[in-house]
């Protein structure tokens, strides 16, 4: 069964067009044994932490169809890869780990518009800050403001399940009360804004900060 090419093999026919591919490669597609071949020949090799990012960069803003997504669906069920972890569970230490290593990594992080309306008014009263700073190995935080030791964090309704507008949402709020949990007991003051309040009034929800 024949695959179609990502998007980056379509880059490259449009490269080579009107020119002789090295590999006598131009308009063809590998067939599913050799892309198999090639899978298992990666498999196993271990990407550093830049390589990582680039591929991060590289798949931000694709938008795939609908028969994309389908079709990445069907080739992932019939490949079948065994996988090590099935039926198996990381332990606390790992998953403690895996968080941590997730943390330290400097993937490029889109800013929402109410992150943009509360650093502006930040900028306004000439507060000092800093923008998604790791702390505790638990969170990173939208906004840290160093000399208070105050944490600025601005949750989207949807996203943060807002009883008020998404009381539906399946996201949990689990994770947040943890980390600010943990935030409180390390000395640091949090503040969650919902993103109708900031929406509503950023300098109100500014002001609660400094009460």
């Not at 020949?41 to 938008?63: D, L």
């Not at 400097?106 to 507060?127: A, S």
Request: charged share 35%; aromatic share 8%; proline share 4%.
């Amino acid at each position: 069964m024949a695959l179609k090419g990502h998007k980056t093999w379509n880059k490259g026919v449009r490269m080579w067009e009107g020119k002789e591919h090295p590999r006598g490669m131009l308009g063809k597609k590998h067939s599913y044994l050799t892309k198999e071949k090639y899978s298992e020949v990666r498999r196993g090799v271990k990407k550093s932490i830049e390589h990582k990012r680039k591929i991060a960069e590289s798949h931000m803003g694709i938008k795939r169809s609908e028969e994309t997504k389908k079709r990445i669906g069907e080739t992932r069920r019939i490949r079948k890869i065994p996988s090590s972890m099935k039926g198996k569970y990381h332990s606390e230490e790992t998953k403690q780990k895996l968080r941590e290593a997730r943390l330290i990594q400097k993937i490029p992080n889109k800013e929402t518009g109410i992150e943009l309306k509360v650093e502006k008014e930040l900028q306004n009263r000439g507060i000092n800050y800093q923008k998604q700073v790791p702390l505790c190995k638990i969170a990173i935080v939208d906004f840290y403001l160093p000399e208070y030791r105050i944490v600025i964090q601005c949750d989207g309704c949807y996203w943060h399940s807002c009883p008020l507008h998404c009381p539906n949402s399946p996201k949990s709020r689990h994770d947040e009360a943890t980390k600010d949990a943990t935030l409180t007991f390390n000395g640091f003051n949090v503040y969650r804004f919902w993103e109708h309040e900031i929406n509503e009034s950023v300098e109100k929800c500014i002001n609660k900060v400094f009460e």
